[in-house]
């Protein structure tokens, strides 16, 4: 039995890892996969690749990318979720903040640097015409603790996943102000280039395993209210999320990774642009 270390957040896109774990998908195939939840999100998942804490994250597309480049030794082997990621804008509820205008030159509460709540925000500053330059950052490490920093007046607005974010919203938390998606597929599965090295059948395996698996997700049986009842949503919020999301089996292209890394340079996010070997590898 191989044991291979994965992470990922723990939101609704990840229950088909879930499923397929508790299922013994994985050890059919003589495959022990030990998964961690990570609500720190990208920029931790991005150091635990690092250090060799985790040999597989499933992880926004813009922040591995922009790791990779930076010098992860990783490698994205395919796109995981192929539908954009809808990132809420919160602020605090009783806040005076009403409209995206109110929020310019304020704080964005982040939950590390290079996180998608960062990137993001350079990503909605640039969609209003802001001057980047002037974003500042709060670091709050989860979303408990953007609850701190918004409620506190720490920080002022916080980008994260707008469905897992609903339920502060339903309970007079934060509210929402606006909707920013993601110009991209928001998930991918990496992988340290070592593990590809030495275990390029395992990963195989892990990859045939789980596209089955979220292939016939939106088919199991009331899936929605099995959501619904895990991640503490409403189930019309579920079944929302459900149809506008869509999970991929597919490689990312050439063309959507030129137009993340073109986004991210035009930001100033990057400061050079990576081929597509040095980030993309098909197992």
Same mark, same amino acid.
């Given at each position: 039995?191989?044991? /291979?270390?994965?992470?990922? $957040?723990?939101?609704?896109? %990840?229950?088909?890892?879930?499923?397929? =774990? &508790? @299922?013994? +998908?994985?050890?059919?195939?003589?495959?022990?996969?030990?998964?961690?939840?990570?609500?720190?999100?990208?920029?931790?998942?991005?150091?635990?690749?690092?250090?060799?804490?985790?040999?597989?994250?499933?992880?926004?597309?813009?922040?591995?990318?922009?790791?990779?480049?930076?010098?992860?030794?990783?490698?994205?082997?395919?796109?995981?979720?192929?539908?954009?990621? /809808?990132?809420?804008?919160? $602020?605090?509820?009783?806040? %005076?903040?009403?409209?995206?205008?109110? =929020? &310019? @030159?304020? +704080?964005?509460?982040?939950?590390?640097?290079?996180?998608?709540?960062?990137?993001?925000?350079?990503?909605?500053?640039?969609?209003?015409?802001?001057?980047?330059?002037?974003?500042?950052?709060?670091?709050?490490?989860?979303?408990?603790?953007?609850?701190?920093?918004?409620?506190?007046?720490?920080?002022?607005?916080?980008?994260?996943?707008?469905?897992?974010?609903?339920?502060?919203?339903?309970?007079?938390?934060?509210?929402?102000?606006?909707?920013?998606?993601?110009?991209?597929?928001?998930?991918?599965?990496?992988?340290?280039?070592?593990?590809?090295?030495?275990?390029?059948?395992?990963?195989?395996?892990?990859?045939?395993?789980?596209?089955?698996?979220?292939?016939?997700?939106?088919?199991?049986?009331?899936?929605?209210?099995?959501?619904?009842?895990?991640?503490?949503?409403?189930?019309?919020?579920?079944?929302?999320?459900?149809?506008?999301?869509?999970?991929?089996?597919?490689?990312?292209?050439?063309?959507?990774?030129?137009?993340?890394?073109?986004?991210?340079?035009?930001?100033?996010?990057?400061?050079?642009?990576?081929?597509?070997?040095?980030?993309?590898?098909?197992?």
């Amino acid at each position: 039995m191989k044991t /291979i270390k994965i992470a990922g $957040v723990p939101e609704h896109f %990840n229950l088909p890892w879930h499923l397929a =774990i &508790e @299922n013994k +998908k994985f050890e059919t195939q003589n495959i022990d996969l030990q998964w961690t939840d990570i609500p720190e999100g990208t920029g931790k998942m991005c150091q635990m690749l690092r250090d060799g804490e985790t040999d597989i994250a499933v992880i926004l597309s813009e922040g591995m990318v922009k790791d990779i480049v930076a010098g992860n030794p990783s490698k994205i082997v395919q796109v995981y979720v192929a539908s954009p990621l /809808i990132w809420g804008i919160h $602020v605090a509820a009783k806040s %005076n903040y009403k409209t995206l205008a109110d =929020i &310019e @030159n304020t +704080k964005v509460a982040i939950s590390r640097l290079g996180s998608g709540s960062q990137l993001m925000a350079y990503v909605n500053a640039n969609n209003q015409n802001w001057e980047t330059d002037n974003l500042q950052f709060e670091i709050v490490n989860t979303i408990d603790g953007a609850v701190e920093a918004l409620s506190n007046g720490t920080a002022d607005y916080f980008m994260w996943e707008r469905f897992m974010t609903k339920p502060l919203v339903d309970k007079g938390i934060f509210r929402k102000i606006a909707d920013c998606p993601t110009p991209w597929p928001c998930f991918v599965i990496a992988v340290r280039d070592e593990i590809l090295e030495k275990e390029p059948e395992a990963i195989q395996k892990i990859l045939d395993t789980i596209n089955k698996a979220t292939a016939s997700f939106k088919t199991i049986p009331e899936i929605d209210a099995v959501l619904a009842q895990k991640y503490h949503q409403k189930i019309e919020d579920i079944q929302e999320w459900l149809s506008i999301t869509e999970w991929s089996q597919e490689q990312l292209s050439k063309e959507m990774l030129n137009n993340i890394q073109n986004q991210l340079l035009e930001l100033k996010i990057i400061d050079k642009i990576g081929t597509f070997d040095e980030i993309v590898k098909t197992v």
